[in-house]
């Protein structure tokens, strides 16, 4: 037990000391989160729309694609990633191995299949209906989108939330392909992991608040756009 | 306007809708009757371009309609579905929505709004939303979101059928009105067939996928009794054979160009064969036949056939005359 309270004593006080190193890395955790959330739902929600509302041959295939993508071994997408992104790899050319770059594609390729399989179900949760009364009013392919995705927009910001808990969560591939270098590419997990191992507890356990924090208030964000308007 | 040719519609390999040609002419109202899941919806989302026959064409003005041109031609057309539904937002919005989609916005689109929900009397709903809607009420509103589009074409499916009796008759009074204004054409999918001979230039059933013409005549309000199959059914003095699996109220109707018209019974499969006195003749309105009226035991049955049948018959008022027609030619509404 007094091991544990100090731990909580440690991490206190450097968070009221304002830990630069704390803050860098909540900073890149941070940026990598949401240029990776940006990137999975700008593609993952229209993909889902696409398997959700669009009839042509595979889409069953399709669907079980994606679905099975989402229990894809953090670890085994950071693994193949670090084989794209190694030298000798046919990416090896871009020089993005053990960079932050590295880390957001790997979490997009976490996060593309949760905001794709996960935006699938909440369009095909909206009463079909809205679709078809869409395209009898003149509404064209967009803006019928638009509309559905207006209907289904509590599912749908549940979906970015899921999509960022993923990105922000995720360790396997962060550390495999992003190194955990200090200052470059040491996220909060991975961060974590480290001092940890180190037997730094108070240390892990303040960047482990910081993270639940994190996540605390972008779910809160989530929520407030989601409470706007009703009916 | 927009016609429907050799037409045969499958859903998941089952043919849904198979006829020859239904056409919707120019600033004309046509009503569609039948009962559910005669193929009604299906043929107003073929006749609003939301879908593509499997087999068959589909013509606007007379022009047939591709995949390309569709996608132009769905903006002069809409249609209210039989349980609409409406978007989130007010009242006001949803009837926004299609002017929006057409760049109408502003003054213009107030003055277009303000016009049809005066007709339909919508204006203390303008801030309510969906929720805070009735059926009924969400069908008018429906209709009216229709109606600001100003489309070439308006297909309306059961538009009436959450309504009661005041608020349809209100509701096909605000048609009237708007189309003494504007001139469009409408096609009416109904149960209802006393509306639609009310307000339609011509009258369409469809049943199991198929279409056939029907007229005012022979029409009898009667309860089917229930079973599958062959019915017989008490219409004043008279029984009349129907095939039909439905029960409880409903109307049959039994073309007049379905009945057989002799002097004597004949031997044939028919039946329904009834005894009667010719009450009256006339010649048709369209085409180039003879209608024929006979009272059968306090029923008054109109058949139709050619002049020069009539002439061989000899039929002449108060003259017997035996009318025959089968069990399958009567249709249930």
């Known amino acids: 037990?007094?091991?544990?309270?100090?731990?909580?004593?440690?991490?206190?006080?450097?968070?009221?000391?304002?830990?630069?190193?704390?803050?860098?890395?909540?900073?890149?955790?941070?940026?990598?989160?949401?240029?990776?959330?940006?990137?999975?739902?700008?593609?993952?929600?229209?993909?889902?729309?696409?398997?959700?509302?669009?009839?042509?041959?595979?889409?069953?295939?399709?669907?079980?694609?994606?679905?099975?993508?989402?229990?894809?071994?953090?670890?085994?997408?950071?693994?193949?990633?670090?084989?794209?992104?190694?030298?000798?790899?046919?990416?090896?050319?871009?020089?993005?191995?053990?960079?932050?770059?590295?880390?957001?594609?790997?979490?997009?390729?976490?996060?593309?299949?949760?905001?794709?399989?996960?935006?699938?179900?909440?369009?095909?949760?909206?009463?079909?209906?809205?679709?078809?009364?869409?395209?009898?009013?003149?509404?064209?392919?967009?803006?019928?989108?638009?509309?559905?995705?207006?209907?289904?927009?509590?599912?749908?910001?549940?979906?970015?939330?899921?999509?960022?808990?993923?990105?922000?969560?995720?360790?396997?591939?962060?550390?495999?392909?992003?190194?955990?270098?200090?200052?470059?590419?040491r996220t909060l997990t991975t961060a974590v992991a480290l001092y940890t191992s180190q037997g730094d507890f108070g240390m892990a356990l303040a960047l482990g608040l910081v993270l639940l924090v994190l996540a605390l208030l972008v779910n809160i964000a989530l929520q407030a756009l989601q409470g706007r308007g009703s009916g | 306007m927009v016609e429907l040719r050799y037409v045969r519609h499958r859903y998941e390999g089952r043919v849904v809708l198979d006829f020859e040609q239904f056409g919707l002419p120019k600033n004309g109202t046509v009503a569609l009757v039948g009962h559910n899941g005669a193929g009604k919806s299906t043929l107003l989302r073929l006749l609003a371009l939301l879908e593509m026959p499997t087999e068959g064409h589909v013509l606007w003005n007379g022009t047939v309609v591709s995949n390309r041109a569709r996608g132009a031609l769905r903006s002069r057309v809409t249609l209210v579905e039989q349980r609409p539904v409406l978007f989130r937002g007010t009242?006001?919005?949803?009837?926004?929505?299609?002017?929006?989609?057409?760049?109408?916005?502003?003054?213009?689109?107030?003055?277009?709004?303000?016009?049809?929900?005066?007709?339909?009397?919508?204006?203390?709903?303008?801030?309510?939303?969906?929720?805070?809607?009735?059926?009924?009420?969400?069908?008018?509103?429906?209709?009216?979101?229709?109606?600001?589009?100003?489309?070439?074409?308006?297909?309306?499916?059961?538009?009436?059928?959450?309504?009661?009796?005041?608020?349809?008759?209100?509701?096909?009074?605000?048609?009237?009105?708007?189309?003494?204004?504007?001139?469009?054409?409408?096609?009416?999918?109904?149960?209802?067939?006393?509306?639609?001979?009310?307000?339609?230039?011509?009258?369409?059933?469809?049943?199991?996928?198929?279409?056939?013409?029907?007229?005012?005549?022979?029409?009898?309000?009667?309860?089917?009794?229930?079973?599958?199959?062959l019915k017989s059914v008490r219409v004043g003095n008279i029984q009349i054979a129907a095939v039909s699996d439905r029960s409880g109220a409903a109307v049959l109707a039994v073309p007049p160009t379905d009945i057989f018209v002799s002097r004597e019974p004949l031997a044939s499969s028919a039946r329904n064969v009834f005894k009667g006195r010719v009450t009256g003749m006339a010649i048709e309105q369209r085409g180039a036949g003879v209608q024929v009226r006979a009272d059968m035991g306090g029923v008054e049955l109109v058949a139709s056939m050619t002049a020069e049948a009539a002439r061989d018959l000899a039929l002449t008022p108060g003259g017997a005359v035996v009318f025959s027609f089968k069990a399958t030619a009567v249709r249930v509404f």
């Open chain 2, 91 to 229: 009242v006001r919005e949803n009837l926004q929505y299609g002017l929006r989609v057409r760049d109408i916005r502003h003054a213009a689109a107030d003055g277009i709004i303000g016009d049809v929900v005066d007709k339909l009397g919508l204006a203390p709903l303008l801030t309510r939303r969906r929720n805070e809607l009735s059926d009924g009420e969400v069908q008018r509103v429906a209709v009216a979101r229709a109606l600001v589009l100003r489309t070439d074409v308006l297909l309306l499916d059961e538009p009436a059928s959450s309504a009661d009796r005041a608020a349809a008759g209100a509701l096909y009074r605000a048609l009237a009105a708007e189309r003494a204004e504007r001139p469009f054409a409408v096609c009416i999918a109904s149960h209802q067939l006393e509306d639609a001979y009310r307000w339609a230039d011509d009258i369409r059933a469809l049943a199991e996928g198929r279409l056939s013409p029907v007229t005012p005549e022979n029409l009898f309000r009667v309860d089917l009794p229930a079973g599958e199959g």
């Open chain 1, 1 to 185: 037990m007094e091991f544990l309270a100090e731990g909580f004593r440690r991490a206190w006080s450097l968070l009221i000391a304002g830990d630069s190193e704390i803050f860098g890395i909540a900073l890149l955790t941070l940026k990598v989160a949401v240029v990776a959330t940006t990137i999975a739902c700008a593609a993952g929600l229209p993909l889902g729309y696409f398997l959700a509302t669009r009839r042509f041959w595979g889409r069953r295939a399709a669907l079980t694609v994606v679905n099975t993508a989402l229990a894809f071994p953090t670890v085994v997408v950071g693994l193949l990633l670090y084989g794209v992104l190694s030298r000798r790899g046919p990416l090896g050319g871009i020089g993005w191995l053990y960079t932050w770059q590295a880390i957001v594609l790997g979490d997009v390729l976490l996060a593309l299949p949760v905001a794709a399989a996960l935006s699938a179900a909440a369009v095909q949760g909206v009463d079909p209906r809205i679709r078809r009364t869409a395209e009898t009013l003149g509404a064209g392919s967009w803006r019928t989108a638009w509309t559905v995705a207006r209907e289904a927009r509590f599912a749908l910001a549940a979906v970015i939330t899921a999509a960022f808990g993923q990105v922000v969560a995720e360790i396997g591939a962060a550390l495999i392909v992003g190194g955990n270098i200090r200052g470059q590419t």
